[in-house]
């Protein structure tokens, strides 16, 4: 396969000049750079995925963001909410509940690429299983 890519100048000097120093064409010099990154990137990738996953697994709303939404809900409550309140809090409500699908997600790939169960994984994590009804 033949791939044409376009370097910027400084870029373009420091690979004829690593090509030289070892004696090679620098299409051969980015050929090799780029087959030692991916074998390193493949040796890495499982600690890299399992890191990417428990990123997702933490991400939520800010403190401050968590306030807002509390004192939405307690003006919801109060039934003094206004409409631009309202907006607000169903966008929040909405943002919530797409981070908790996407960690449930991360939470379910992470178990199963442990081998083990998402109850186990989320009592390994400080996770508290939450029963509704």
């Known amino acids: 396969m033949s791939i044409m890519i376009e370097l910027e100048p400084d870029l373009e000097r420091r690979v ?3 090509a030289q120093k070892i004696g090679i064409l620098p299409a051969q010099y980015i050929l090799k750079t780029l087959e030692s990154h991916l074998e390193n990137e493949a040796s890495t990738g499982q600690v ?3 890191t990417i996953l428990l990123e997702q697994i933490a991400t939520g709303l800010s ?3 968590w306030r807002h939404y509390h004192e939405l809900q307690e ?5 003094s909410l206004t409409s631009i309140e309202n907006r607000d809090l ?3 409500s909405n943002r919530i509940e797409m981070l908790n699908v996407r960690r449930m997600a991360a939470l379910s790939a992470l178990a199963q690429r442990r081998n083990s169960t998402l109850e186990s994984v989320m009592r390994s994590l400080g996770i508290p299983e939450t ?3």
């Not at 003006?75 to 039934?79: D, G, L, S, T, Y």
């Open 16 to 18: 004829v000049e690593e």
């Open 48 to 50: 890299l995925d399992e």
């Open 63 to 65: 403190t401050a963001e």
């Open 75 to 79: 003006k919801r409550r109060a039934e």
């Open 90 to 92: 169903i966008a929040l």
């Open 131 to 133: 029963v509704y009804g």
